[in-house]
Protein backbone atom coordinates (compact mmCIF):
# COMPACT_ATOMS: atom_id res chain seq x y z
CA UNK A 1 0.00 0.00 0.00
CA UNK A 2 1.66 3.40 -1.15
CA UNK A 3 2.05 5.53 1.98
CA UNK A 4 3.14 8.76 2.59
CA UNK A 5 4.85 10.15 6.18
CA UNK A 6 6.17 13.90 6.72
CA UNK A 7 8.09 15.12 9.32
CA UNK A 8 7.81 17.26 11.45
CA UNK A 9 4.58 18.00 12.18
CA UNK A 10 5.28 21.40 12.87
CA UNK A 11 8.00 23.78 12.51
CA UNK A 12 8.71 26.94 14.06
CA UNK A 13 11.58 29.27 12.54
CA UNK A 14 13.14 32.32 13.35
CA UNK A 15 12.99 34.78 10.08
CA UNK A 16 16.52 34.10 7.92
CA UNK A 17 16.72 30.64 9.55
CA UNK A 18 16.99 28.12 6.94
CA UNK A 19 15.77 24.24 7.32
CA UNK A 20 14.31 21.29 5.62
CA UNK A 21 11.15 19.32 5.77
CA UNK A 22 11.16 15.97 5.46
CA UNK A 23 8.77 13.15 3.25
CA UNK A 24 9.15 9.44 3.58
CA UNK A 25 7.58 7.55 0.86
CA UNK A 26 6.48 3.96 0.19
CA UNK A 27 5.44 3.28 -3.27
CA UNK A 28 4.55 0.43 -5.91
CA UNK A 29 7.01 2.32 -8.62
CA UNK A 30 6.69 5.88 -8.23
CA UNK A 31 5.09 8.21 -11.04
CA UNK A 32 5.72 11.50 -9.68
CA UNK A 33 6.08 13.17 -5.79
CA UNK A 34 4.46 16.50 -5.59
CA UNK A 35 4.99 19.77 -3.30
CA UNK A 36 2.03 21.38 -2.40
CA UNK A 37 1.88 24.31 -0.17
CA UNK A 38 -1.50 25.68 1.46
CA UNK A 39 -2.70 28.35 3.66
CA UNK A 40 -4.98 28.39 5.97
CA UNK A 41 -8.80 28.00 4.18
CA UNK A 42 -7.79 27.45 1.21
CA UNK A 43 -6.40 25.00 -1.46
CA UNK A 44 -3.35 23.64 -2.07
CA UNK A 45 -1.05 24.91 -4.30
CA UNK A 46 1.34 23.32 -6.34
CA UNK A 47 4.88 23.62 -6.09
CA UNK A 48 6.70 20.86 -7.44
CA UNK A 49 6.98 17.27 -9.06
CA UNK A 50 10.06 15.12 -9.02
CA UNK A 51 10.18 11.75 -11.39
CA UNK A 52 13.24 10.23 -10.28
CA UNK A 53 15.92 9.94 -7.32
CA UNK A 54 18.53 12.51 -7.92
CA UNK A 55 16.71 15.28 -9.36
CA UNK A 56 15.81 18.79 -7.84
CA UNK A 57 13.94 21.83 -8.32
CA UNK A 58 13.71 25.05 -7.15
CA UNK A 59 11.37 28.04 -6.83
CA UNK A 60 12.09 31.31 -4.64
CA UNK A 61 13.31 30.34 -1.65
CA UNK A 62 12.16 26.58 -1.64
CA UNK A 63 13.86 23.52 -3.74
CA UNK A 64 12.77 20.17 -3.51
CA UNK A 65 15.33 17.22 -3.72
CA UNK A 66 14.35 13.48 -4.21
CA UNK A 67 16.07 10.16 -3.31
CA UNK A 68 14.56 6.53 -3.73
CA UNK A 69 12.77 6.47 -0.23
CA UNK A 70 12.12 10.41 0.59
CA UNK A 71 12.08 13.90 -0.52
CA UNK A 72 13.24 17.19 1.00
CA UNK A 73 11.96 20.58 1.22
CA UNK A 74 14.76 22.75 1.86
CA UNK A 75 13.77 26.42 2.51
CA UNK A 76 16.70 29.10 2.33
CA UNK A 77 16.11 32.08 4.58
CA UNK A 78 12.35 32.09 4.61
CA UNK A 79 10.61 35.04 5.60
CA UNK A 80 6.74 35.11 7.21
CA UNK A 81 5.34 35.21 4.07
CA UNK A 82 6.50 31.24 3.68
CA UNK A 83 4.53 30.40 7.02
CA UNK A 84 2.24 27.60 5.33
CA UNK A 85 1.32 23.83 5.65
CA UNK A 86 3.39 22.18 2.79
CA UNK A 87 2.13 18.85 1.71
CA UNK A 88 4.10 15.89 0.27
CA UNK A 89 1.76 13.20 -2.27
CA UNK A 90 2.66 10.41 -4.36
CA UNK A 91 1.21 8.68 -7.05
CA UNK A 92 2.03 5.53 -8.54
CA UNK A 93 1.81 3.18 -11.43
CA UNK A 94 -1.12 1.72 -9.87
CA UNK A 95 -3.37 4.00 -8.86
CA UNK A 96 -4.03 5.48 -12.37
CA UNK A 97 -4.52 9.03 -11.24
CA UNK A 98 -4.75 8.98 -7.81
CA UNK A 99 -2.21 10.48 -5.17
CA UNK A 100 -1.25 9.95 -1.54
CA UNK A 101 -0.99 13.08 0.49
CA UNK A 102 0.59 13.34 3.64
CA UNK A 103 -0.40 14.48 6.71
CA UNK A 104 1.78 17.62 6.53
CA UNK A 105 4.33 19.77 8.02
CA UNK A 106 2.79 22.95 9.54
CA UNK A 107 5.48 26.01 9.28
CA UNK A 108 5.30 29.21 10.95
CA UNK A 109 8.38 31.28 10.59
CA UNK A 110 8.59 34.47 13.43
CA UNK A 111 10.13 38.06 12.04
CA UNK B 1 -0.92 27.82 -15.38
CA UNK B 2 -3.60 25.13 -14.44
CA UNK B 3 -6.53 27.19 -13.01
CA UNK B 4 -9.08 25.36 -11.12
CA UNK B 5 -12.26 27.56 -9.57
CA UNK B 6 -15.31 26.28 -7.08
CA UNK B 7 -18.39 27.65 -6.17
CA UNK B 8 -19.67 28.26 -3.64
CA UNK B 9 -16.33 29.41 -1.89
CA UNK B 10 -18.69 29.55 1.47
CA UNK B 11 -22.46 27.84 2.05
CA UNK B 12 -24.52 27.80 5.12
CA UNK B 13 -27.62 25.47 4.76
CA UNK B 14 -30.29 24.09 7.20
CA UNK B 15 -29.79 20.29 8.14
CA UNK B 16 -31.79 18.36 5.59
CA UNK B 17 -31.27 20.42 2.45
CA UNK B 18 -29.12 19.41 -0.20
CA UNK B 19 -26.25 21.50 -1.39
CA UNK B 20 -24.27 21.48 -5.00
CA UNK B 21 -21.00 22.19 -5.27
CA UNK B 22 -19.00 23.05 -8.80
CA UNK B 23 -15.90 22.30 -9.83
CA UNK B 24 -14.66 24.19 -13.14
CA UNK B 25 -11.03 23.97 -14.82
CA UNK B 26 -11.20 27.21 -16.48
CA UNK B 27 -7.98 26.85 -18.98
CA UNK B 28 -7.89 23.26 -19.74
CA UNK B 29 -9.38 19.93 -20.23
CA UNK B 30 -9.67 17.59 -17.09
CA UNK B 31 -11.28 14.41 -18.03
CA UNK B 32 -10.41 13.23 -14.13
CA UNK B 33 -11.42 15.41 -11.13
CA UNK B 34 -11.57 14.63 -7.70
CA UNK B 35 -13.07 15.64 -4.09
CA UNK B 36 -10.99 15.68 -0.91
CA UNK B 37 -12.33 16.88 2.44
CA UNK B 38 -10.05 18.14 4.99
CA UNK B 39 -10.86 18.64 8.88
CA UNK B 40 -9.11 20.76 10.62
CA UNK B 41 -5.03 20.53 10.86
CA UNK B 42 -5.86 17.40 9.39
CA UNK B 43 -4.85 15.99 5.61
CA UNK B 44 -6.80 15.99 2.57
CA UNK B 45 -9.12 12.94 2.37
CA UNK B 46 -9.88 11.91 -1.03
CA UNK B 47 -13.81 11.13 -1.09
CA UNK B 48 -13.91 10.41 -5.12
CA UNK B 49 -12.74 10.07 -8.22
CA UNK B 50 -14.97 11.58 -10.88
CA UNK B 51 -14.59 10.63 -14.66
CA UNK B 52 -15.88 12.06 -17.35
CA UNK B 53 -18.92 11.11 -18.77
CA UNK B 54 -19.10 7.81 -16.46
CA UNK B 55 -19.63 6.92 -12.86
CA UNK B 56 -17.54 8.42 -10.42
CA UNK B 57 -15.40 5.59 -8.28
CA UNK B 58 -15.96 6.00 -4.70
CA UNK B 59 -13.13 5.45 -1.76
CA UNK B 60 -14.13 2.99 0.98
CA UNK B 61 -16.19 4.45 3.79
CA UNK B 62 -17.78 6.77 1.54
CA UNK B 63 -21.52 7.13 0.44
CA UNK B 64 -22.32 7.16 -2.82
CA UNK B 65 -25.93 7.93 -2.49
CA UNK B 66 -24.72 10.89 0.32
CA UNK B 67 -22.57 12.50 -2.49
CA UNK B 68 -23.19 12.32 -6.34
CA UNK B 69 -20.68 13.60 -8.26
CA UNK B 70 -21.87 14.63 -11.46
CA UNK B 71 -19.11 15.04 -13.91
CA UNK B 72 -20.83 16.21 -17.15
CA UNK B 73 -18.30 17.65 -19.55
CA UNK B 74 -14.56 18.07 -19.30
CA UNK B 75 -14.49 21.24 -17.64
CA UNK B 76 -17.04 20.61 -14.63
CA UNK B 77 -17.94 18.52 -11.89
CA UNK B 78 -20.28 18.67 -9.39
CA UNK B 79 -20.41 17.43 -5.81
CA UNK B 80 -23.87 17.48 -4.17
CA UNK B 81 -23.90 16.50 -0.45
CA UNK B 82 -27.48 15.33 0.17
CA UNK B 83 -29.48 15.88 3.28
CA UNK B 84 -27.02 17.06 4.85
CA UNK B 85 -26.56 17.29 8.46
CA UNK B 86 -23.93 18.82 10.93
CA UNK B 87 -21.59 16.37 10.70
CA UNK B 88 -20.96 16.92 7.10
CA UNK B 89 -19.58 19.90 8.01
CA UNK B 90 -16.22 20.56 6.64
CA UNK B 91 -13.53 21.81 4.00
CA UNK B 92 -14.79 20.14 0.50
CA UNK B 93 -12.03 20.78 -1.85
CA UNK B 94 -12.12 19.45 -6.09
CA UNK B 95 -8.89 19.27 -7.83
CA UNK B 96 -8.34 18.14 -11.87
CA UNK B 97 -5.79 16.19 -13.23
CA UNK B 98 -3.29 17.77 -15.67
CA UNK B 99 -0.83 15.61 -17.48
CA UNK B 100 2.42 17.08 -17.04
CA UNK B 101 5.69 15.07 -18.34
CA UNK B 102 5.34 11.44 -16.95
CA UNK B 103 2.92 12.10 -13.67
CA UNK B 104 -0.79 13.01 -13.72
CA UNK B 105 -0.06 16.70 -11.65
CA UNK B 106 -3.97 17.81 -9.75
CA UNK B 107 -4.29 21.39 -9.62
CA UNK B 108 -7.09 21.95 -6.94
CA UNK B 109 -9.95 24.82 -6.27
CA UNK B 110 -10.11 27.37 -3.83
CA UNK B 111 -12.36 24.85 -1.42
CA UNK B 112 -15.77 25.78 -0.06
CA UNK B 113 -16.38 25.84 3.21
CA UNK B 114 -19.91 23.89 4.36
CA UNK B 115 -21.63 24.90 7.53
CA UNK B 116 -24.84 22.75 8.51
CA UNK B 117 -26.43 23.88 11.13
Known amino acids: EDQVTQSPEALRLQEGESSSLNCSYT??????LFWYRQDPGKGPEFLFT???AGEEKEKERLKATLTKKESFLHITAPKPEDSATYLC????????????FGSGTRLSIRP | GAVVSQHPSRVICKSGTSVKIECRSL??????MFWYRQFPKQSLMLMAT?????????EQGVEKDKFLINHASLTLSTLTVTSAHPEDSSFYIC?????????????FGPGTRLTVL
Open chain 2, 95 to 107: SAHHQGGGAHEQF
Open chain 1, 27 to 32: VSGLRG
Open chain 1, 50 to 52: LYS
Open chain 1, 89 to 100: AVQGYSSASKII
Open chain 2, 27 to 32: DFQATT
Open chain 2, 50 to 58: SNEGSKATY
